[in-house]
């Protein structure tokens, strides 16, 4: 882990309300993995006081990707930058996926609303190891939907504005019934809600599954305890996501 001033390359339009913004760090780039994510200093000042959270959406040998939708002061900041200011970047930070070893034929992706900016790396890394994958992205409309470097994509929204008319969740367990995938093993990142319709459907058809949660992570390094994650397990209530997480074995915690 590593602070670094970055300059920002370009803040680009990618949806309703919707940004990536990129900067340049070849350290970070050449070093992020899937599911790690990066608290961000929105202002030189301190106001907004605590850093964002934002997962890796993309790299490449020198540049790193984020996406992230305007809901306040913060992500407004960052909108507003400009090629050649830059941004105070911790990162990164939390532990990648990978926490099972099971063996699987099929990755399946499943992402709702902003829940895709892990999923891009991850496919990356997928495509690395010869794993077939699968995604699916669910959003409020076809406005909603970012879609960059994903494979086998296919999209839910809740008015019908594009693809299946109805949850990304229902999409895909649709398509796990209809379709011959052999082993199966989940990997999801979206709002809460979302997140336990897919720890049912994986604990229905007994796969594993792993996801990456959404929270505040104001530190990003486990000082100020703000992103507790209840346990299954009777010896530690807590995990902190930023440390342990933000990417969990759906079998080791409460959701």
Not at 23 to 30: D, G, L, M, Q, V
Not at 132 to 143: A, D, H, K
Request: proline share 7%; glycine share 12%.
């Amino acid at each position: 882990m590593m602070i670094e001033v970055c300059p920002v390359g370009e803040v680009r339009t990618a949806g309703d309300g919707i940004f990536i913004l990129r900067f340049r760090s070849p350290r970070i780039a050449t070093t992020i993995r899937a599911g790690q994510f990066l608290n961000i200093r929105a202002s030189e000042g301190i106001d907004p006081l605590l850093r964002r959270p934002f997962s890796a959406y993309w790299t490449d040998k020198t540049d790193v990707e984020i996406v992230f939708h305007v809901v306040g002061r913060g992500t407004a900041l960052l909108q507003g930058k400009r090629p050649g200011e830059t941004i105070d970047v911790l990162g990164p930070a939390g532990t990648p996926f990978g926490k099972d070893n099971s063996p699987f034929d099929t990755a399946v992706l499943i992402g709702g609303g902003l829940g895709v900016a892990p999923l891009p790396i991850l496919t990356r890394e997928l495509a690395v190891a010869g794993t077939p994958v699968v995604s699916f992205l669910g959003g409020r409309s076809r406005g909603y939907i970012v879609r960059d470097h994903l494979e086998n994509l296919h999209v839910a929204t809740d008015d019908g504005s594009e693809g299946f008319h109805g949850t990304v969740v229902a999409l895909a367990e649709r398509s796990l019934t209809t379709t011959s995938f052999g082993r199966v093993k989940l990997f999801a990142c979206g709002p809460m809600p979302m997140l336990r319709a897919v720890a049912v459907l994986a604990r229905k058809n007994g796969m594993p599954c792993e996801v990456s949660l959404e929270g505040p992570m104001g530190c990003g390094i486990g000082i100020c305890q703000g992103c507790p994650v209840e346990l299954a397990g009777e010896e530690k209530k807590y995990a902190l996501m930023c440390k342990e997480g933000p990417t969990f074995d759906i079998r080791t915690i409460r959701i």
